[in-house]
Structure formats: C-alpha cells, structure tokens
C-alpha cells in the first residue's frame, strides 16, 4: 500500500526490529505497516499511480 507518512512512525514487524519512517516520506510499505500508520493518524494513503484515484477509481481516458 502506498501511504504519505504525516509524522514520524515507528513499525514494529517483530519485537526485535523497528523501522522508522519520518514525516513527508511517501513510499510503498506492507499492507499491515500501512494499517497501523493510518490508524495512529501518522500517515495517509495515496494513490499507487497518476491514473489511479485513491478510492481505486480510474482517472481520466
């Protein structure tokens, strides 16, 4: 899922790794990273592609 981080988050996959991503990164991450993110109101979901609307709608011809 792509998503705009709006503040700096840390993922925690495991006990033992973290990852930290810092508020205006924009990048691909797992689904569940995603999830977590939006949830904490720390990121957005933006679309995978210019032509690909947010709600997955199909923008322009």
């Known amino acids: ?3 705009r981080f709006t503040g700096d988050f ?3 996959p495991t006990p033992q790794v973290t ?3 810092l508020a205006g990164m924009e990048m691909t ?9 939006i ?3 720390k990121a ?3 679309a995978a592609n ?4 947010i709600d997955g709608e199909q923008v322009g011809g």
Do not use: I, L, S
């Open 1 to 3: 899922m792509r998503v």
């Open 10 to 12: 840390d993922y925690r």
């Open 19 to 21: 990852v930290a991503y």
């Open 29 to 37: 991450v797992k689904r569940e990273c995603a999830e977590q993110a």
């Open 39 to 41: 949830a904490a109101g």
């Open 44 to 46: 957005v979901k933006v």
């Open 50 to 53: 210019r032509r690909e609307a």
